[in-house]
């Protein structure tokens, strides 16, 4: 039994909601009870005061496999996630053809096994992400896939949607919806507003977006499902979000880190690397989601990883490719609301790795004895500045090219075993 | 005389001090245009390129002039959006156009931001001749011109700026420029054709025309962007008129001396009365066109010397 043991930590515990010194004990790739008096261990790293938390679960990540792989491809995004200290990537079935046959999953699982980060996959709610045929949801979940969903791709059918959620309930599957009116974000780049008016830009109301989560939740009270908003951006949809909760509706709800952290003046000049779907909201938006996920009524954090290149992002704003790298920025991103006292470490925690693992049924995201040992060492506080040619991403498009940020990742582990530490990438399995 | 800037992409990037300088640079173009030989050599010995993206006869029009009247090389590119989908991108475009060393490339394009796009990539000065909605900067430079011209001023004036403003750069260019030099505007519009934001842009908002127009000493109409149109913005052009067009009784509540404009071409009964637009007592619409070439020679005169200043700072790498 080989037994692993980190000294002098600040141990993050998302769980009780603490930040405390001390040390944890793996044996056997699981966090163990740390018996008295034990100091033996195969291995001894000393953290030298450094903060440990269970790794981050990454909900939402995208793959450009298959059909994409010159934007990423599963080592690239295991290295990427793996300095991000990041241990699971839940990833998008919005892949070219999109994952929507129990066929498809084998093929992408099979390619997913040279990544030392875990993965899982969810899988399309209906064939060919086009909102019509409901996909062999059966079939899916028990090749393994954690979750339904059509990404970006609103079903616009109300009758499809309702029927999909039916019958995913009946299965105990969640499907995870993108709240937005499809006819009023059709064609937008921006979110309105003066800003967007004064580019010049095609936008969507903020509004859009209540209106999609009103109606998903209203399907959700009819059928009873496990229903998780993938990004909640703005304040008009937090009361629905609150009221279905209070109600006892199965619901839950995540934000990217860009719209945690960046607004929609952050465009500047038709910056497209801060193009994202949906599009960057106003200050107030981005204020009142933030007080959300301090308030827990925003559940999950995640990157919403998409690698562009850089030809589909040198367009013009409104032909330009939506979506930015986020593996590598997200705690960096992350610990930002912590500088700023929005929210403390555990709570970050809990949003990065506790909730999201328990909402997609996933080891991780505990520091409890008998989980994985999925770890990440970081520092907080170190200071630098992104290079965008740094990343490990096969794609570079990220919005925080040139950003001062804090926190750096000192070592990712993964079932006990090191991934990644600064400098020198561990070998793939 | 200042004038610093290397490219003119929108007027929001100019100072009331450069958008004065323009227009007197202009004011000598005008009379330059008005002589038989009407000759300058401003920018004898360079290129210049006109990229449309986007038809327009007009403007295309008034620029080859502007450039060929400044002793320019020009060339007309219609680079209509077939070619764009044989897979050339904007940026292939407009490299492969560097490499031929123009000096002044003027670029309309049916996307914001396309002019600010090319001009991160080339070497040349850019003027943007419109880009999707967001500016159409000569077209406010004219406009200005004409109402300096016509009002002897260009400031504490009311402006009503009437029509479809939500699709239109022209409006935005105008209510930078006219918010720059201090004049008080008025959107009119029916909201839904009001951009979303509109009552943070400095400017009153008024849904009916005729309390809209009320005092004013400039009435700007705007062309009804029927090729824009995606969707249902008004009922029909007859209701539009009824409500939105400029006819004589409408106008008869600006200031007996107001002036009218129009950035043309006109729909003559759906946004403006035929009638109006030719009374030469009202209409200022063909003096708009005449400043148009000298505004254009006149930015065209100034971005040369800016770039012609920045390459004399260059060291050059070898001489022959």
Known sequence: MKTLRFENARIVDPEDGTVRKGAIVVADGLIA???????????????????????IVDIGVKIGEPGERHKESFRSAAAAAAAGGVTTMVVRPDTTPPIDTPEMLEFVTRRAAVSPVRIRHMCALTKGREGREMAEIGFLLDAGAV????????????????????????????????????????????????????RGLPAVPAMAERMGLERDLALVEMTGVAYHADQITTAAALAPLARARDAGLDVTAGVS?????????????????????????????????????????????????????????????????????????????????????????????????????RRFGLPGGSLRPGAPADLVLFDPDAPFVLDRFALHSKSKNTPFDGARLQGKVLGTWVGGRRIFEPEREIAHA | ????????????????????????????????????????????????????????????????????RLGADVMNMEVQASSIKKGETLIDTAMTLNAMHP???????????????????????????????????????????????????????????????????????NILLLGKMENRIRLVAPPTLLPAGAADLGVEICEDMRRGLEGADVVMMLRLQKERMDGAFIPSEREYFHRWGLDADKLAHARPDAIVMHPGPMNRGVE?????????????????????????????????????????DRPREFTA
Do not use: W
Request: hydrophobic share 45%; glycine share 8%; aromatic share 4%.
């Open chain 1, 33 to 55: 009870a740390e018996t008295a008096g034990d100091a033996h261990a195969d291995e001894v790293i000393d953290c030298g005061g450094a903060c440990l938390a269970p790794g």
């Open chain 1, 147 to 198: 979750a339904f969903t059509d990404g970006d791709r609103v079903v616009r059918d109300s009758r499809v949607l309702s029927r999909c959620m039916r019958y995913a309930r009946g299965l105990g599957a969640m499907v995870v919806g993108h709240p937005q009116d499809p006819d009023l974000s059709a064609g937008a780049a921006a979110t309105s507003g003066k800003f967007a008016s004064l």
């Open chain 1, 257 to 357: 880190i860009h719209h945690l952290t960046l607004n929609e003046f952050d465009v500047g000049d038709y910056r497209t690397f801060f193009k994202v779907k949906p599009p960057l909201r106003a200050e107030r938006d981005r204020e009142a989601v933030v007080a959300a996920l301090a308030d827990g009524l925003i559940d999950i954090v995640s990157s919403m990883h998409t690698p562009q290149d850089e030809e589909s992002k040198r367009l013009p704003f409104e032909e330009a490719a939506s979506g930015a790298v986020g593996l590598e920025t997200l705690l960096p991103a992350a610990l930002r609301l912590v500088h700023a006292g929005h929210i403390d470490l555990p709570a970050l925690f809990a949003a990065l790795s506790t909730k999201p693992a």
């Open chain 2, 1 to 68: 005389m200042t004038f610093g800037a290397q490219h003119l992409l929108g007027i929001e990037d100019l100072r009331p001090e450069e958008i004065v300088t323009v227009l007197d640079l202009a004011e000598r173009y005008v009379a330059l245009n008005r002589q038989a030989k009407k000759h300058a050599d401003a920018l004898a010995g360079m290129t210049q390129i006109n990229m449309f993206f986007e038809a327009s006869t007009r403007t295309q029009a008034s620029f080859e002039l502007a450039g060929k």
């Open chain 2, 103 to 173: 000096d002044l490339l003027v670029v309309r394009h049916p996307h914001s931001g396309a002019a600010r796009l090319l001009a991160e990539k080339v070497d040349c000065a850019v003027l943007n001749a419109g880009d999707g909605r967001h500016e159409h900067p000569t077209q406010a430079l004219l406009d200005a011109l004409t109402i300096r011209r016509a009002k002897g001023r260009l400031h504490r004036l009311t402006v009503a700026i009437c029509g479809d403003i939500a699709h239109s750069r022209v409006a935005r260019s």
């Open chain 2, 272 to 312: 403006i009365d035929g009638e109006i637009a030719d009374d030469i007592n009202r209409s200022v619409i063909q003096d708009q066109v005449e400043m148009g070439v000298a505004v254009r020679m006149a930015v065209m005169d100034l971005l040369a010397r800016n770039l012609r200043a920045r390459r004399a």
